[in-house]
């Protein structure tokens, strides 16, 4: 069983910073993604980052150049910086470990929300 836990969400107002950690344990693969997600009121959850142990990175085009996905092999630590944030931001965020070359191994966090003023 793999556990994550996700911690950085809050309240922020436009133009403003926030920091996401999520830290995974358990039976982890050497080779896996990590990633977060979010989901909107009314809204179905969407890809928002994703880093592969590698390093290979994947982000939704409506965040390209004002998040940025890291990670911490050694800690199975994922950390999502979020700059510039946007009332379009406001949403519950959940970290997502997926094993690979098994994607059937998928474990998510709990969720953080994340909420932006304008």
């Known amino acids: 069983q793999v556990q994550l836990v996700e911690s950085g969400g809050g309240l922020v107002q436009a133009g403003g910073s926030l920091r996401l950690s999520c830290a995974a344990s358990g039976i982890i693969f050497r080779l896996n993604a990590m990633g977060w997600y979010r989901q909107a009121p009314g809204k179905e959850r969407e890809l928002v980052a994703s880093?592969?142990?590698?390093?290979?990175?994947n982000y939704a085009d409506s965040v390209k150049g004002r998040f940025t996905i890291s990670r911490d092999n050694a800690k199975n630590t994922v950390y999502l910086q979020m700059n510039s944030l946007k009332y379009e931001d406001t949403a519950v965020y959940y970290c997502?470990?997926?094993?690979?070359?098994?994607?059937?191994?998928?474990?998510w966090g709990q969720g953080t929300q994340v909420t932006v003023s304008s």
């Open positions: 880093i592969i142990t590698d390093g290979s990175t």
């Open positions: 997502q470990i997926r094993m690979l070359p098994t994607p059937s191994l998928t474990y």
